[in-house]
């Protein structure tokens, strides 16, 4: 059956079986991945995931249940089940179904285009790369990884209240490492790229970015350990926010793992950082007009003009907070319990370019990369201090490449400690927490760097 006639069955049967407030959520995705090495293929999947999860509130108490088929024993076994474990969940803040949002947002997060590229056309593209990647200079050695992939998401929300939300958005991602070598010393240079536009992508341009990068660091130097003036290059800073996304969260705060806990209204950085989170990017990838409760989305200031504007909420920590849902329930598949997460969270560019930001430090160090985030890195009291790497500046110029870093620092003390924003925003899937997270350039006045 398909799924309207699945839901009113549901609902229906689960009705007459005392359940009250009711919720169907539905999620299907499809996936391509292809791994490339010396023009062979090393690695190919495609893979279809679909399911619903079931929410209802009986007796008071909210019970879940899931399943991958849409079927009438289906309908027996999700009620059976969220009948079952609605005895054993206890919770402070009960949940509740939502029924809808005064006004949704308008959004296409979807691309026909991106839809009929073929797979023979990504395999060809890939090769296209690799041949630019190798031709490019005598030094490449190889590559580390060399992975594409590509996905397309529906999800839907149903429930008992009137509610009825649906969502198509599509992508496609890329993951490039490339080696050099050049006597004994062996350097990577990495290009990754998430778009919805395939036209876009160069693969002669591609191939050159990474190359470069690798090219750069080679002839590493070591310089004097100590506290340095750090310009944190986009991807760095991206990295950094990326990890310490959390803090933002409510669920945090509630939970004791957020020093923004009761700091709405009080200034946490330098007056002119701007955190935004956006959900209605047209080339966000987790761009949405509703949640995963069936909230309306809409862009949020997190932090302006250095003051913690609002931290992110479903509306179990809403109502907790006595505030409102920022639209920011997220399930990490229809399997999942809700928690909180951002969309497509960011820093506000400014106008400096990347080079002027060089320019403007007399001494100071370059992190183009940070690594070792997921072990290094506390989000709860915001230290981290982790491996890096980068390049020398002085007199506002890049003078070497250096060896192997460490720095260290807080993160709660970097946002109070910054310099300057670039205009050069760029985004990147978060491996670390849930989010499309993205940064300028940043420099920071101080953090200690180690060499090794």
């Known amino acids: 059956m398909n799924l309207l006639e699945f839901k009113d069955q549901l609902f229906a049967q689960g009705s007459e079986q005392g359940f009250t407030d009711m919720e169907l959520y539905y999620e299907r995705e499809e996936k391509f991945g292809c791994g490339l090495y010396k023009g062979e293929i090393d690695s190919y999947e495609t893979s279809e995931v679909f399911g619903v999860s079931f929410r209802g509130l009986l007796d008071g108490k909210m019970g879940y249940a899931y399943t991958e088929k849409l079927d009438e024993e289906s309908i027996v076994f999700l009620l059976e089940n969220a009948k079952e474990n609605s005895h054993f969940i206890e919770d402070e803040e009960q949940e509740e179904i939502f029924p809808g949002s005064e006004k949704y947002e308008e959004g296409n997060f979807y691309s026909e285009t991106l839809k009929e590229v073929s797979i023979a056309e990504k395999l060809d593209f890939l090769k296209e790369i690799e041949k630019h990647i190798y031709a490019y200079d005598e030094r490449v050695d190889g590559t580390d990884y060399f992975i594409f992939n590509s996905a397309e998401t529906e999800r839907a929300i149903l429930n008992n209240k009137g509610l009825s939300l649906n969502e198509k958005q599509n992508y496609l991602g890329m993951y490039i490492s490339v080696v050099v070598k050049q006597g004994d010393e062996i350097k990577t240079g990495v290009y990754s790229k998430f778009t919805q536009d395939f036209q876009s992508l160069n693969p002669a341009d591609i191939a050159k970015h990474a190359v470069e990068e690798a090219l750069s660091q080679l002839g590493a130097k070591s310089v004097e350990s100590k506290d340095y003036r750090v310009l944190l290059r986009h991807d760095a800073a991206g990295s950094l926010l990326n990890t310490f996304s959390p803090i933002f969260s ?203």
């Open 250 to 452: 409510a669920e945090s705060t509630q939970k004791g793992q957020s020093l923004l806990k009761d700091k709405v209204g009080e200034e946490i950085s330098v007056p002119f950082l701007q955190i935004v989170d956006d959900p209605t990017l047209s080339e966000g990838l987790l761009s949405r007009t509703f949640d995963s409760e069936g909230v309306a989305t809409s862009k949020q200031d997190i932090v302006k003009d250095g003051k913690l504007v609002t931290l992110l909420h479903n509306r179990k920590t809403a109502k907790k907070d006595k505030t409102e849902s920022t639209g920011h329930a997220y399930k990490s598949s229809y399997k999942s319990t809700l928690e909180v997460a951002p969309t497509n969270l960011f820093i506000q560019p400014a106008e400096k370019s990347y080079d002027d930001l060089i320019a403007g430090v007399e001494e100071g160090i370059i992190i183009t990369e940070l690594s070792g985030l997921h072990s290094g890195a506390n989000t709860v009291s915001g230290d981290f201090s982790v491996a890096a790497n980068g390049f020398y500046i002085k007199g506002g110029k890049v003078e070497t490449p250096v060896k192997q870093m460490t720095i260290a620092g807080n993160f709660y003390e970097l946002l109070k400690n910054v310099e300057e924003v670039g205009s050069d925003l760029e985004f990147a899937m978060s491996f670390v927490a849930p989010g499309y997270i993205g940064s300028p350039s940043l420099v920071i006045k101080e953090l200690s760097v180690t060499v090794d």
